[in-house]
């Protein structure tokens, strides 16, 4: 009881902590580097709440507090990142902005309710002992994959477009998926999204270091194929949580390493001690240009017809699109021409908050906030097959970068692993190695 207690006031304190170098950042960087395109294009709700300052630090309390009460499981370690990619910068925002009070008391209701549902006793099927392939088969499939989709890329003609500049990506990117067939189109965001940086963790569980270089390299070669940047990135951000989690750091060790991080970019910034790069690729791209986006969904589609899943397959067709676009199209087309930070994309992607809002408001937030919450007791029993460490690192790219900030939820499950997970939380062996 003692242990858990402490390990409650030290996550408690860490993600206070954050949420201060969050509104450090907020102040030092964004009003400063980016205030013509990331705070001050045309938001519709205005700045009428008073206190805000105080509602956004009470809104810190609540979800500090549910963040705190932790198991071991997998959920919850996921459950912690939700709390600092995007909720606790979107409160910094509101902090300073004081817009939209009603969207930021939803997803302060949507936290809480995927915390109670990860933790009620629903009866479900034991998988752990069941399983017909083991991590190393796991690990082969995905290489040979990998090789396959590469290969037919080459042949339909992608090689055509290959592209390892990243000032170029958007020149290269549309051609080269017109140019693949749609199965391997489909195929590259689910390997990237949940088989290859589960490969990757089980191969450092396993310490088989010249198969993770070979991994790297053939994700190389697709991010060369593809243009899409995040995807170069993707084995290393799973290393990473790999390695801190395998020295056996704390949660609360992860949350004050990204405080230090970012008062410490904040301060180089404003002392003029770093480039202009270093804050855009780490405060801005990773914590507020998320969360910015989940207002700005709200913004638009809490006065315009919502999508109701109308730009999707799910939808059958049958019902009408009111703008003819996606949802995140939309969202580019309408505010970009007074924010340079969306002119040179073709989408404003956000996650599951914006995107559950963008499709049928309140009710679109719930309904998503109840899938990622069974999503996440599925990660429990993809733990229960890996081990823990190997789990949580494995899976934080599919629940961080793709759930949390940047993907329809709906989109997850056909092209970036969440039917993957789910299919494989059954059919894996269970570890004999459990990490």
């Keep these: 009881m003692i242990l858990h207690y402490k390990r409650y006031l030290l996550i408690f304190s860490s993600l206070l902590a954050f949420y201060a170098s969050a509104i450090i950042g907020l102040h030092l960087v964004m009003l400063t580097l980016f205030s013509r395109d990331f705070l001050e294009v045309k938001w519709m709700a205005p700045n009428t709440t008073p206190n805000k300052e105080l509602i956004a630090f009470l809104g810190v ?246 999508m109701y899943w109308s730009d999707g397959k799910i939808s059958l067709g049958l019902i009408n699109n009111p703008y003819g676009f996606t949802a995140p199209r939309v969202i580019m087309n309408y505010y970009y021409f007074n924010s340079m930070s969306f002119q040179s994309y073709g989408n404003a992607n956000t996650g599951f908050l914006g995107s559950g809002f963008g499709h049928a408001g309140f009710l679109g937030m719930a309904i998503y906030s109840i899938l990622v919450a069974v999503l996440l007791r599925v990660s429990n029993g993809i733990a229960d097959k890996v081990g823990y460490v190997a789990a949580c690192s494995g899976l934080t790219h599919l629940f961080i970068a793709v759930l949390f900030l940047s993907s329809d939820i709906m989109s997850s499950f056909l092209s970036y692993g969440s039917l993957l997970m789910i299919v494989f939380a059954v059919i894996l062996k269970k570890s004999e190695n459990p990490v």
């Design 61 to 306: 309390i609540v979800i500090a507090h549910l963040a705190s009460l932790q198991r071991q499981r997998t959920s919850d370690f996921l459950l912690t990142m939700l709390a600092i990619f995007p909720i606790i910068p979107m409160l910094a925002i509101f902090s300073y902005r004081g817009a939209a009070p009603e969207f930021v008391f939803s997803c302060i209701f949507c936290y809480l309710l995927i915390w109670i549902i990860i933790r009620i006793p629903i009866p479900t099927i034991k998988t752990r002992n069941f399983g017909i392939i083991n991590e190393h088969n796991f690990v082969k499939y995905t290489i040979i994959l990998m090789i396959t989709v590469i290969i037919s890329s080459f042949i339909s003609g992608s090689g055509n477009y290959i592209n390892f500049d990243f000032s170029k990506v958007y020149e290269f990117r549309n051609d080269a998926r017109d140019s693949r067939l749609t199965i391997v189109n489909y195929a590259i965001p689910n390997i990237i999204g949940f088989l290859l940086p589960l490969s990757i963790t089980i191969l450092l569980k396993y310490k088989k270091y010249w198969q993770v270089i070979a991994f790297i390299v053939l994700n190389t070669i697709i991010f060369g194929l593809t243009s899409q940047k995040s995807y170069l990135f993707t084995p290393f951000f799973a290393a990473a949580f790999y390695l801190i989690l395998s020295y056996r750091m704390r949660t609360s060790d992860i949350i004050i390493s990204l405080t230090i991080l970012t008062s410490i970019i904040s301060l180089l910034w404003h002392f003029d001690l770093t480039s202009e790069i270093v804050p855009t690729l780490s405060i801005r791209r990773m914590f507020f240009g998320p969360a910015y986006l989940n207002f700005i969904y709200y913004d638009f589609f809490s006065t315009s017809p919502k």
